[in-house]
């Protein structure tokens, strides 16, 4: 399946009012992982991204992800900004001609992040859930169960990339910020599949 | 063929006082810095590392950042820029003046290269 701009944009709109929602969440985990701002950072982001569209609503998904890359990138202030605009970037970008599949769209957008933070999966990042959800579409099994396991496996990992790659093996027991923000993105995509 | 230097990081004063000290190896050289977010938070500014580019006027800039968002963002910069920007991934204080002091005498970007490998972090 394709996801058209309507879909798209009740896509991000959830997911910018769920990082709202769950800042205190997302700065929570970060402060034992991390530097403590996910939260604030993120939601900084979202509101520049929700503001943006406003003003100027797309008219293509192309430009709907563009805008929200633009706004993450430039107001986020963390790690996560030029993860995440990245990932939206070159989704805007494979989109820009015409519309792609959903499991594609988000494998190029899981690419960006690994080029971007020179990562992979199993080190503990926001790929830890988008490489599982990019997988479940392509095979059309993408549930909220196989996000929230993806989400969950991070508790085990020893992060090896990222701030919390400086805690090495006490990083273990603790849920990636970057991990929980990408399962709300995904959790607000399902509603829209 | 003149250098530029970038210094790019997580906070402002961090940025100021490197680009202060490396004056001092190099006052010839344009060098610009970015330092945290735009309202001088701990962070890193896409807007503000583009500015930093924007007013370097080397032909060849050698830049350096020090931590994981500095460093995504200016490579993300690098990917749109048609400016020659070579980023270092070393010690952060010690590369920036080696590199300085190499570039003030207009050394080959070879043998600014070869002094900055030890200090290379990852």
Request: glycine share 8%; no cysteine.
């Amino acid at each position: 399946m394709k996801l058209e701009l309507e879909q798209a944009q009740n896509w991000l709109n959830e997911f910018f009012e769920s990082i709202i929602e769950n800042k205190d969440l997302l700065n929570e985990l970060d402060t034992a992982i991390g530097d403590g701002d996910h939260g604030t950072n993120m939601e900084r982001g979202v509101k520049a991204a929700q503001e943006a569209l406003q003003n100027k609503p797309a008219t293509d998904v192309a430009k709907l992800y563009m805008t929200t890359a633009m706004s993450l990138v430039n107001k986020v202030g963390g790690a996560s900004g030029p993860l995440y605009g990245t990932a939206f970037m070159d989704m805007a970008k494979a989109v820009k001609s015409e519309n792609i599949e959903l499991a594609d769209l988000i494998q190029i957008g899981t690419d960006g992040i690994k080029r971007r933070g020179e990562s992979d999966v199993k080190m503990k990042t926001m790929i830890d859930v988008w490489q599982p959800v990019a997988d479940g579409l392509s095979d059309d099994k993408l549930n909220s169960e196989v996000i929230e396991k993806a989400l969950n496996d991070t508790k085990d990992i020893v992060a090896t990339k990222g701030r919390a790659s400086y805690l090495g093996e006490q990083s273990v027991g603790h849920l990636d910020p970057g991990a929980k923000s990408s399962e709300l993105l995904f959790k607000a995509l399902l509603n829209q599949i | 063929m003149k250098y530029g230097i970038l210094i790019v990081s997580h906070v402002n004063e961090i940025a100021l006082g490197v680009t202060k000290l490396i004056k001092e190896a190099a006052p010839d050289l344009s060098i610009t810095y970015a330092g945290g977010t735009e309202d001088n938070d701990i962070g890193s500014s896409p807007e503000k590392i583009q500015a930093a580019i924007d007013e370097n006027t080397g032909d060849k800039i050698l830049a350096f950042y020090d931590l994981g968002s500095s460093k995504m963002n200016l490579e993300m910069l690098m990917e749109f820029t048609d400016r020659d920007i070579e980023k270092f991934d070393v010690a952060f204080v010690e590369g920036a003046y080696t590199a300085a002091t190499l570039a003030q005498i207009s050394s080959p970007i070879e043998s600014i290269e070869e002094s900055l490998a030890p200090l290379k972090i990852k």
